[in-house]
Nanobody, 115 residues
Framework: QVQLVESGGGLVQPGGTLRLSCAAS????????MAWYRQAPGKEREMVAG???????SYADSVKGRFTISRDNAKNTVYLQMNSLKPEDTAAYYC?????????WGKGTLVTVSP
């Protein structure tokens, strides 16, 4: 089993930056795939960025060139660096892990981009 705890959300102005963290309750070294999702009010949850154990990344078109996902296996933590934030990035952001055939979710952290 894996517990995931997100942090780092908050209020930021357009053009600003935030770094989200996802701390896992166990080693993430052999968790095959970890990702960040987001869900804006009235919209479906969408994957923002994903990262496999072999370092392969994937990004939603809307965040390419602005967001970067990374992992620190020593700290059991996955990060999402968000630059050049836009109002449309406002959403609850969730950490996701796929391990041993089971998908795990954190409870989310809220990001609000507003003047």
């Amino acid at each position: 089993q894996v517990q995931l705890v997100e942090s780092g959300g908050g209020l930021v102005q357009p053009g600003g930056t935030l770094r989200l963290s996802c701390a896992a309750s166990r080693s993430i070294f052999n968790i095959y795939f970890m990702a960040w999702y987001r869900q804006a009010p009235g919209k479906e949850r969408e994957m923002v960025a994903g990262l496999s154990t072999i370092g392969r990344t994937s990004y939603a078109d809307s965040v390419k060139g602005r967001f970067t996902i990374s992992r620190d296996n020593a700290k059991n933590t996955v990060y999402l660096q968000m630059n050049s934030l836009k109002p449309e990035d406002t959403a609850a952001y969730y950490c996701n892990a796929f391990y041993n055939g089971v998908t795990y979710w954190g409870k989310g952290t809220l990001v609000t981009v507003s003047p």
